[in-house]
């Protein structure tokens, strides 16, 4: 049966991260998307600064009314939240639906700018989102804020912050190390409380990255949500970001977007044949 997944994040006017990201993500693992949107990001195109505006608190209640009415989902992601009055009513629907398959990406900056955009939030996400996620998946910026450390530049750093996040109350930790994590290769690390694995894959020649830790929590949601074990989820996601990496876009002369088409071979279906009689 077709499954339903919801993300709870910002709207990438750029198309290519936040609910953009993860809706494309969805369809491409066959699974039916749903949204609720917290927030618009938008980048200016003479200076590159992101700005984000978040949406109303009502309008936002009444997505989230509309996408939980039928109960829970088969997976929720959360990402940019966008503002405090955001993450309690977000808490309040996974809490009453008794929503599980929770997969939560700490977004607090974008790659225009690694600053923190909204530091007021980080704090109330720490208290009532991380306990209830079962995957949480930071950034090394964000992991260094999470972890409260000032460097991740090791894979003995990267243990121990993974180690402190984990004492948050997430299921498992995720940490993206990425192209940024110093050395040859783009490197994550999986853990679950229990057991260390190290994820690697090349780092690729290519700026067309914007929108890649977006649409790796939305491939890690998307594999939950049909069944996946944790880690052949994250194995798969990072199969599927890889090939959206290399086959990326630019939007202009200065940002390049990963293309989430990539890994289903989309290409066949831009220059096939529609059959408008089906
Ligand atoms: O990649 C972080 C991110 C999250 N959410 C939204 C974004 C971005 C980056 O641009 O636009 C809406």
């Given at each position: 049966m077709l499954k339903k997944v919801l993300s709870i994040a910002g709207s990438d006017a750029g198309g290519g991260a936040g609910i953009q990201a993860d809706i494309k993500t969805f369809e491409e693992y066959g699974l039916f998307g749903i949204s609720s949107i917290t927030s618009i990001l938008t980048v200016d195109p003479s200076t590159?600064?992101?700005?984000?505006?978040?949406?109303?608190?009502?309008?936002?209640?009444?997505?989230l009314a509309?996408?939980?009415?039928?109960?829970?989902?088969?997976?929720?992601?959360?990402?940019?939240?966008?503002?405090l009055t955001n993450i309690e009513l977000i808490e309040d629907y996974i809490v009453?639906?008794?929503?599980?398959?929770?997969?939560?990406?700490?977004?607090?900056?974008?790659k225009t700018n690694d600053t923190v955009l909204q530091p007021e939030i980080v704090s109330s996400m720490i208290k009532k989102l991380i306990p209830l996620s079962d995957i949480i998946t930071p950034n090394l910026v964000e992991t260094k804020i999470l972890a409260n450390m000032p460097?991740?530049?090791t894979k003995q750093q990267m243990m121990t912050a993974a180690e402190n996040i984990f004492s948050l109350g997430p299921k498992i930790v995720v940490i993206k190390g990425g192209a940024r994590f110093p050395g040859y290769e783009a490197l994550d690390l999986f853990f679950d409380g229990r057991s260390f694995e190290f994820l690697t894959g090349p780092k690729i020649n290519s700026q067309t990255n914007h929108g890649a830790g977006c649409s790796f929590a939305a491939a890690i949601t998307a594999g939950i949500a049909k069944g996946l074990q944790p880690l052949d989820a994250v194995k798969l996601a990072k199969k599927y970001v890889t090939c959206a990496i290399e086959h990326g876009l630019y939007l202009n002369d200065?940002?390049?977007?990963v293309w989430h088409g990539a890994f289903q071979n989309a290409q066949q279906r831009m220059i096939g044949e529609i059959n408008y009689e089906n």
């Amino acid at each position: 049966m077709l499954k339903k997944v919801l993300s709870i994040a910002g709207s990438d006017a750029g198309g290519g991260a936040g609910i953009q990201a993860d809706i494309k993500t969805f369809e491409e693992y066959g699974l039916f998307g749903i949204s609720s949107i917290t927030s618009i990001l938008t980048v200016d195109p003479s200076t590159q600064s992101a700005d984000i505006y978040p949406i109303p608190r009502d309008i936002v209640e009444k997505q989230l009314a509309t996408a939980f009415s039928g109960g829970a989902l088969d997976a929720v992601k959360l990402g940019l939240l966008g503002s405090l009055t955001n993450i309690e009513l977000i808490e309040d629907y996974i809490v009453r639906n008794s929503q599980h398959h929770l997969v939560l990406d700490p977004v607090m900056a974008v790659k225009t700018n690694d600053t923190v955009l909204q530091p007021e939030i980080v704090s109330s996400m720490i208290k009532k989102l991380i306990p209830l996620s079962d995957i949480i998946t930071p950034n090394l910026v964000e992991t260094k804020i999470l972890a409260n450390m000032p460097k991740i530049e090791t894979k003995q750093q990267m243990m121990t912050a993974a180690e402190n996040i984990f004492s948050l109350g997430p299921k498992i930790v995720v940490i993206k190390g990425g192209a940024r994590f110093p050395g040859y290769e783009a490197l994550d690390l999986f853990f679950d409380g229990r057991s260390f694995e190290f994820l690697t894959g090349p780092k690729i020649n290519s700026q067309t990255n914007h929108g890649a830790g977006c649409s790796f929590a939305a491939a890690i949601t998307a594999g939950i949500a049909k069944g996946l074990q944790p880690l052949d989820a994250v194995k798969l996601a990072k199969k599927y970001v890889t090939c959206a990496i290399e086959h990326g876009l630019y939007l202009n002369d200065f940002t390049g977007y990963v293309w989430h088409g990539a890994f289903q071979n989309a290409q066949q279906r831009m220059i096939g044949e529609i059959n408008y009689e089906n």
